[in-house]
């Protein structure tokens, strides 16, 4: 498995951006926003826009040839979307038991048997928000605890249901594509 936050390791020096300053424009909740100001290889200078994640996890819970997912409104989309279960890492928490943790508030499921799949940047132009994927398998119903503001709606669906949702834009993450090609691979060839 690869260790996608080390920052060394293939590591370009010819490309490397010299960090001068950073300004603090804003600190939430979930993400902050700072404005660096950056040496260029070639010695010009240049503006970067960066968001910081404390990162997230996201599962791909499969029972009975189906895939667990939740249906919730995101604002930024104005929408509902389909999504499988994720959530953001708690400051020091162990991306393992955060996967385990969000499969349960969210489905109301937890399993048996989990794996890591891969980690991956959504968005490294601007963020360094990491998730880290999961597969979670052999699962037991148990009762939903979404967070206090989440209000989503869960449901199993088939491979070609998937396809077809993301036909509709109905799913349209990242996340979740990466998941259904994922099963996708994993009904083909037994192994992700």
Known sequence: MSDLGNKDRHFNKSLEETTISTKQIFEGKIISLQVDTVELPDGQQATREVVRHPGAVAVLALRDDKM??????????????????????????????????????????????????????????????????????DLTSGDMAPDEDEFLEMSEITLDEAYRLIQEERISDAKTILAVYAWNMYKLTGRI
């Open 68 to 137: 667990l997912v939740v249906d919730q409104f995101r604002q930024p989309l104005g929408r509902c979307e389909v999504e499988i279960p994720a959530g953001k890492l708690e400051r020091g928490e162990d991306p393992l038991e955060a996967a385990k943790r969000e499969l349960q508030e969210e489905t109301g499921y937890t399993c048996g048997s989990i794996r890591k799949l891969q980690s991956f940047y959504t968005s490294p132009g601007f963020a360094d928000e990491l998730i880290h994927l999961y597969l979670a398998e």
